[in-house]
């Protein structure tokens, strides 16, 4: 049998366009290519290919299909009926992919199975604990005078009985012996629940959680399943040498529970996060029952840690819209910083939510229940949205009335989150935005990103042989466009139209795909040109005269400012020069050719950034599949992420 990782090389390695060109001619038509449908009698071109999604669809038929599909297809027209299986195969075949197959070894599929059933064996083992610790619940817990429920806790704190079992919240006694000596009945074995730190004994034999005494939040991954616990020991005043420990204590990492790839309270919210189109991201386990039980239920918590890129991730499932709201105080202020860099990076959108007098969600939806006895979710919302500013109007209004030093360090902060954004499109705009608010011109922000400054460039890690060939393929496209343009850029694709040269469409093309260039240099020639042509359309009398002309736009950059964009661009012409003494005028392409090769050069673009993603991706699932144990959750999550189409 094929293994999913094959049919997913072919289904985003193979453009589609090469396959459907043996049935016709493609063309150009805004984000896309048409072309005649070739399913059903028709001459004009309804057949619509999405050439960053690998798919086509015709808007008369109807038919559709990914690569493997219109292959499949097309043979069939043929007169050859080709099965799933053999159209991989063929298609791998041809464009040299590896058709790995499972092992014909019986033990391999038993190892399969085994690790399956030891995962499902470790999820039904913590909701068994979840569910002992949740019948604790109206059992008394703590020591000396602060000893008492953890129902009484969790009532105290404005939580009501349908909010503590929808999250299974529940109490940890001092020992656990009957709780051990019934999982251990139960078919679980005591290196098992010492494997997942549930349970240790102490000096006097006796089996005690490292959570004892403590209520307890039980820790569910997107799915639902326990993957461990967190607890908060029991608030004491008339002992206050107590406050020296450590308030919360988690679960230790395992195979099943990993906390960089966990938010709290994600599978209760997943649902109205779809419905919604937004997430609040909120620190604690207790602003999420309150904004759950307020109505807000589309809430998750980081629960202390730095909001990581597996956690975004994961979130951008359910939507992309994220809405910080973290404690008012300055520890939640500075790691709002941090998780919004992490946010912008993901290519998510972001508000932030400053609650008054650092104030806590919790604390605030409590004072806005009491002084609104009636208040529904929709008054909460409002009450929020009093609070509520995009990312970029909440950091820049920070700039007034502070010290220069000060004033500089949140403007360092400010182009650093501007240079985060991976969209060029979106960076342009806010960069914009941010020129007006802080009232800098935008050449002067444009020169302090430090994304587009070559001083502040991370030191290449070592790459794979994989991601070295993967690299220099992207690197080569990049190349051969920028070439392109810098020697026919103002080439049009209207004759009519000035505006249509070659290099404003191949700008506003990768722009509207979200791409940017790997390489520093070449995305600064690739702004330079383009700013060039708008400027000399605006001051040339002669434009129309010379639109089709080449080496138009070389001059603009071999007078740069940058040192790098003026050299390159001399070491193109130069190139092109002794081209043309070499070969006369067999050198200078057709106006056709042109415009045709660009197109060639920014599919190469983005397969070589769908390869990219693979390579890792087939490199994570080719070590899960020979790691002495398989993780199958995360082996599943990668199939999903290629069958999402993030590739």
Same mark, same amino acid.
């Given at each position: ?211 004892? &005494?403590? =209520? +307890?939040? *039980? ?5 639902? @399943? !326990?993957?461990?616990?967190?607890? $908060?020991?029991?608030? %004491? ?113 972001? &508000?932030? =939510? +400053?609650? *008054? ?5 919790? @604390? !605030?939806?409590?004072?806005?229940? $009491?002084?609104?006895? %009636? ?136 722009? %509207? ?135």
């Amino acid at each position: 049998m094929i293994v999913p990782i094959t049919i997913a090389r072919v289904r985003t390695e193979i453009p589609i366009g090469h396959i459907l060109s043996k049935m016709g001619v493609l063309r150009r038509s805004g984000n896309h290519e048409i072309m005649v449908c070739f399913v059903h009698d028709d001459h004009r071109p309804s057949l619509d290919v999405y050439a960053d999604r690998n798919y086509c669809i015709c808007r008369s038929c109807g038919w559709s299909a990914d690569v493997i599909g219109a292959y499949q297809k097309i043979e069939e027209l043929r007169g050859r009926v080709l099965s799933f299986v053999d159209a991989v195969r063929e298609l791998a075949d041809m464009y040299h992919i590896p058709v790995l197959e499972t092992p014909k070894d019986p033990k391999y599929a038993q190892e399969i199975a085994e690790t399956k059933k030891r995962t499902e064996h470790a999820f039904a083992l913590h909701r068994a604990v979840a569910d002992a610790y949740q019948a604790h619940l109206d059992q008394a817990i703590g020591q000396g005078e602060s000893r008492t429920t953890a129902y009484a806790y969790f009532q105290a704190r404005g939580l009501q009985d349908k909010t503590m079992q929808t999250f299974n919240l529940g109490g940890v006694p001092q020992t656990s012996n009957e709780l051990v000596e019934y999982l251990t009945k139960s078919g679980y074995s005591l290196d098992e629940i010492e494997k997942y730190h549930l349970f240790r004994q102490d000096r006097n034999r006796d089996w005690q959680s490292p959570i004892h &005494d403590r =209520v +307890v939040y *039980p820790l569910q991954n997107h799915m639902g @399943e !326990f993957v461990g616990f967190a607890g $908060r020991k029991l608030p %004491d005043p008339t002992h206050p040498e107590t406050d020296k420990i450590q308030k919360y204590i988690n679960s230790k990492e395992s195979d099943i529970y990993h906390k960089h790839q966990l938010l709290y309270g994600l599978y209760q919210a997943s649902k109205a996060i779809v419905a919604h189109k937004h997430c609040f991201i909120v620190e604690g386990y207790q602003d999420v029952l309150a904004m759950h039980q307020a109505g807000v239920r589309e809430t998750v918590a980081v629960c202390g840690t730095a909001l990581t890129q597996d956690q975004v991730r994961l979130l951008r499932r359910f939507n992309d819209q994220a809405i910080l709201m973290l404690d008012g105080d300055g520890a939640g202020q500075k790691a709002m910083l941090a998780h919004l860099k992490v946010l912008l990076q993901a290519g998510m959108y972001v &508000d932030i =939510v +400053v609650l *008054p007098d650092g104030q806590d969600p919790d @604390e !605030f939806i409590v004072g806005h229940l $009491r002084d609104h006895a %009636d208040a529904s979710r929709e008054s909460l919302l409002a009450a929020f949205a009093e609070y509520q500013r995009d990312w970029l109007t909440h950091c820049c209004a920070s700039l007034a009335h502070c010290d220069a030093k000060t004033l500089r360090t949140r403007q360092s902060i400010i182009f650093e989150l501007l240079a985060a954004i991976p969209d060029r499109v979106r960076q342009e705009t806010a960069t914009k935005k941010a020129s007006s608010m802080m009232d800098l011109s935008l050449d002067v922000i444009l020169g302090a990103l430090p994304a587009l400054s070559p001083k502040h460039a991370e030191t290449p890690q070592p790459l794979s042989r994989v991601e070295q060939s993967t690299i220099s393929q992207r690197e080569k496209a990049e190349k051969d466009i920028i070439r392109h343009l810098v020697l026919y850029g103002t080439y049009r694709h209207d004759v009519h139209h000035a505006d249509s040269a070659l290099v404003h469409w191949t700008y506003h093309t990768l722009q %509207d795909d979200g791409i940017h260039f790997t390489n520093q240099i070449l995305q600064r020639m690739m702004d330079t040109l383009y700013t060039a042509h708008q400027h000399w359309l605006s001051s040339t009398a002669q434009c129309e005269d010379l639109c089709d002309t080449p080496y138009v736009l070389v001059p603009a950059l071999q007078s740069s400012d940058d040192k790098h964009i003026a050299t390159c661009a001399t070491r193109i012409y130069d190139q092109q020069m002794v081209q043309e003494l070499t070969y006369g005028e067999d050198a200078q392409p057709s106006t056709q050719e042109i415009l045709s090769s660009m197109q060639q050069f920014v599919l190469a673009l983005k397969k070589g950034i769908a390869q990219d993603r693979m390579a890792a991706l087939s490199k994570e699932a080719a070590e899960l599949l020979a790691a002495e144990v398989v993780d199958e959750k995360r082996y599943r999550e990668v199939m999903e992420e290629m069958r999402r189409g993030v590739l």
